[in-house]
Every structure is written in structure tokens, then in C-alpha cells.
């Protein structure tokens, strides 16, 4: 079983920026990043690859989050600039491993407030 453990989240203005981090205590494959307001679905915000890196984004957060990850440590992040209130939510780390192996974080709290 990987663990996955999130950090970087807390109350920032908008327009600031902010950087969530997700430790894998293994290795994995594919790392994603979800969030989850108040009275809304879980979505599913940006997603990396670790054989190619190639990564994919939102609508909503395109140009102003970059995901990335260190390989060697099992470890992704989630950079994201210009925030807009609208990006207040919980966020989550979900990563998949081995033959169907898919491991969530607890989640870290990102407010947007002035």
C-alpha cells in the first residue's frame, strides 16, 4: 500500500500563489491532484505521468497551476499562481500503482480570501 501525504495548503489572497506538495511512500505511476468545495463534486484539477512526464489541467486552472514531480522521491507538486477564490476547496493527492493500486492523501485545505 503507498501513503501519500499532502502539505502547502492554508489562506492565501487572491492573486497569490501557493504550493502543495504529495509524498509517495512508493513508487507510482501517475499523480494527480483533485479538489473538493463546499457543496461541489470532487474534480479532478491536473495529472502527471512519471514514464513521460507529460501532464494534463483543468479548463479552470490551465496557465495559472503547473503540476511536476521528483521522480527520485516519490514526490509531486503543485504549484499555483493567480488564485482566485473560486479555488478555494480541499485539496487531494491520488496516486495509482502496481496492477490497480490507487492510494488517496487526506487532503490540505486551500482558502482564497481577502
Known amino acids: 500500500q503507498v501513503q501519500l501525504v499532502e502539505s502547502g495548503g492554508g489562506l492565501v489572497q487572491p492573486g497569490g500563489s501557493l504550493r502543495l506538495s504529495c509524498a509517495a511512500s512508493?513508487?507510482?505511476?501517475?499523480m494527480n491532484w483533485y479538489r473538493q468545495a463546499p457543496g461541489k463534486e470532487r474534480e479532478l484539477v491536473a495529472s502527471i505521468r512519471t514514464t513521460d512526464g507529460n501532464t494534463t489541467y483543468a479548463d479552470s486552472v490551465k496557465g495559472r497551476f503547473t503540476i511536476s514531480r521528483a521522480n527520485t522521491q516519490n514526490t509531486a507538486y503543485l504549484q499555483m499562481k493567480s488564485l482566485k477564490p473560486d479555488d478555494t476547496a480541499v485539496y487531494y493527492c491520488n496516486a495509482k500503482w502496481g496492477y490497480q493500486g490507487d492510494s488517496w492523501g487526506r487532503g490540505t485545505q486551500v482558502t482564497v480570501s481577502s
Open positions: 512508493g513508487f507510482t505511476f501517475i
